[in-house]
């Protein structure tokens, strides 16, 4: 037997063999174009035209109008992300468990109803808020002929118009995501604790909920990175120079008005870097949380 | 049943809620379509007259055959050239366990995780460096590199249904890795397939980001062209944008139509199983 066939054979052993080469095309793919170009960004980030290696960094967090930008993206992001997944869990709640008659048709139909907003993107959103919300749109028409308010309210241009789309794009994805969840937890569990005497409200905190609390960490994480990444609504319903100057806005203004590439390229680097700390700690706070089988076993 | 048509008052509060967010989402769809028909809207509750020259408009204006073309050249691209690459690495994925795994794995689930935008702008200025960007090549790779992890991980769990004794079988039977997957998984894997296609379709028709930061001005699909006839307002009549906004929509709703008859909704969203019937 050759050295070659013996090795092999060893490598076949831990796992190893050509079959793995079928791997090849979209290892290759991943490296060529995403590491490579993030650690180009990260090499550019750190060649600026003047100020050293980090003087794109100290540049971004010296300029109040820059730096600003993290906080104005993280005060859209984090409380839209965590209205959309706070809703979702009564709504999601009521609706487990029918599967048949008519509240399973009903469940059917608001899940695909609830696609919708999904596939329309943050453009048509903008586009139909600036008309529905704006200060001659049904909206305010309708508060106005029933008296509620006496002037039209400014809900376009400023935060609110951002908000607004993201919670219209974020709810249902994170609504379907905590129900698929919910379904995956063993409705004889909670059947159990009924028959222990526990009520309803208790049967959710001390049953549902910690179950649940894994996937809620989940879901957080998908619709904050969604939100965080606001873009398109940020400028069209947004107030782009002030009020939802976010990061991603910052980050092409650099890149494609100034076309200042190393900043463009450090403020990248930062969006992602927050964009990690803030899943990394929920993530870490999940691991604290009970991750186990959701399924009731025989006892 | 444990709950009859008088539900408690907390109900009624999450239905009401449930209703007031349709309610308005119909109204923020609605008051584009109405828009976009309508002659003369300003300060009233319907427009003036009705027309639908505003369309002929969009579509002369803004070039749209051409756009929908680039659209249409972009999807079947991506969706082709992903499910060539991530099928295979799929199968892998699924089925063998080798040092490295875990970390493949993870690296495959970034681009995912990571906003556009992020990834977005040093790849654009890579392609850019290289001459890619700007064509319709630029705008393929770049819609890529969410797409092709979108595949693999849409494919593992139908992968991992099928039982590998069938292809053990096809083995004993002389079948090469090329065949089994050509004659036994190709088969087996079109329901998979189709959800994946189509998933990864929806998501690039409707990817902004990284199709805005790479396409050139012959290279823009539906959304991106939509963006632009909209961040240029003013020049161009509110209505014929409100216009082009429902011809995207009325096109992302049959795509939708067809997604729902292939893939669970929950499965737009991320990968999740199924529910127990």
Not at chain 1, 215 to 223: M, R
Not at chain 2, 7 to 27: D, E, I, K, Q, T
Not at chain 2, 86 to 105: D, I, N, T
């Amino acid at each position: 037997m050759s050295g070659r066939t013996a090795l092999r054979h060893r490598l076949a052993e831990r796992g190893i063999d050509r079959q793995l080469l079928l791997l090849a095309p979209a290892a290759a793919f991943v490296a060529v174009l995403f590491i490579y170009p993030f650690l180009y960004g990260v090499g550019l980030s750190l060649q600026p035209a003047r100020g050293g290696p980090l003087g794109a960094y100290r540049q971004f967090f010296a300029d109040p109008y820059q730096r600003d930008t993290v906080l104005t993206t993280l005060g859209l992001a984090l409380p839209a992300a965590l209205l959309n997944v706070a809703a979702s869990v009564p709504i999601a709640y009521r609706m487990r468990g029918h599967r048949s008659g008519w509240r399973s048709r009903g469940k059917r139909l608001l899940t695909t109803v609830l696609v919708v907003p999904i596939t329309l993107g943050t453009v048509l959103t903008a586009q139909g808020l600036l008309n529905f919300l704006g200060p001659t749109g049904w909206f305010n028409r309708i508060l106005l002929a029933t008296g509620l308010v006496d002037a039209p309210l400014r809900l376009t241009n400023n935060y609110w118009g951002v908000f607004f789309s993201l919670v219209i794009t974020g709810f249902p994805f994170a609504f379907l995501l905590v129900l698929s969840y919910l379904s995956g937890i063993d409705p004889t569990l909670e059947r159990a604790a009924a028959t222990l005497g526990a009520g309803g409200a208790q049967r959710f905190r001390r049953i549902t909920l910690p179950l649940l609390a894994p996937g809620l960490a989940t879901t957080f994480c998908l619709t904050f990175v969604l939100a965080f990444s606001v873009f398109p609504s940020a400028v069209l319903v947004g107030d782009p120079a002030g009020q939802t100057r976010v990061i991603s806005i910052a980050a092409y203004d650099a890149a494609y008005v100034r076309y200042d590439y190393p900043m463009a390229a450090a403020i990248a680097v930062i969006m992602g870097v927050v964009e990690l700390a803030v899943i990394a700690a929920v993530l870490g706070w999940r691991s604290l949380l009970y991750t186990g089988s959701t399924s009731g076993g025989k006892g | 049943m444990r709950r009859g048509l008088v539900a408690r008052p907390a109900a009624w509060l999450v239905w009401g809620l449930v209703a007031f967010f349709f309610v308005n989402l119909a109204g923020v769809i609605g008051s584009v379509v109405v828009s976009s028909f309508g002659t003369r809207w300003f300060d009233t509750w319907l427009p003036q007259g009705w027309t639908g020259g505003w369309y002929a408009q969009a579509w002369q204006e803004f070039g749209l055959l051409s756009v929908l073309l680039v659209t249409v050249q972009v999807s079947a691209l991506v969706v082709g050239i992903s499910v060539l690459i991530g099928v295979p690495a799929a199968y892998v994925l699924a089925r063998r366990s080798f040092p490295g795994r875990r970390l493949l794995y993870l690296l495959f689930l970034l681009p995912i995780l990571m906003p556009p935008i992020t990834y977005g702008i040093p790849l654009a200025t890579v392609l850019y460096k290289y001459g890619f960007a700007g064509h319709v090549s630029g705008v393929v790779l770049a819609n890529l590199v969410p797409s092709v992890p979108f595949v693999i991980l849409t494919m593992t769990p139908f992968i991992e249904q099928i039982d590998p004794a069938i292809e053990r079988a096809a083995r004993m039977c002389g079948a090469g890795t090329r065949q089994i997957f050509t004659r036994i998984l190709a088969p087996l894997l079109v329901p998979g397939l189709l959800a994946a296609s189509i998933l990864v379709l929806v998501r690039t028709v409707g990817m902004f980001e990284l199709t805005f930061l790479t396409a050139g001005p012959d290279s823009q699909t539906l959304v991106v062209a939509l963006y632009y006839s909209m961040s240029a307002a003013g020049i161009r009549a509110q209505q014929s944008v409100d216009a082009m906004a429902v011809i995207y929509t009325t096109m992302m709703l049959v795509l939708l139509v067809v997604a729902l008859r292939f893939v669970n909704p929950t499965q737009l969203v991320a990968r999740v199983k199924e529910d127990v019937e």
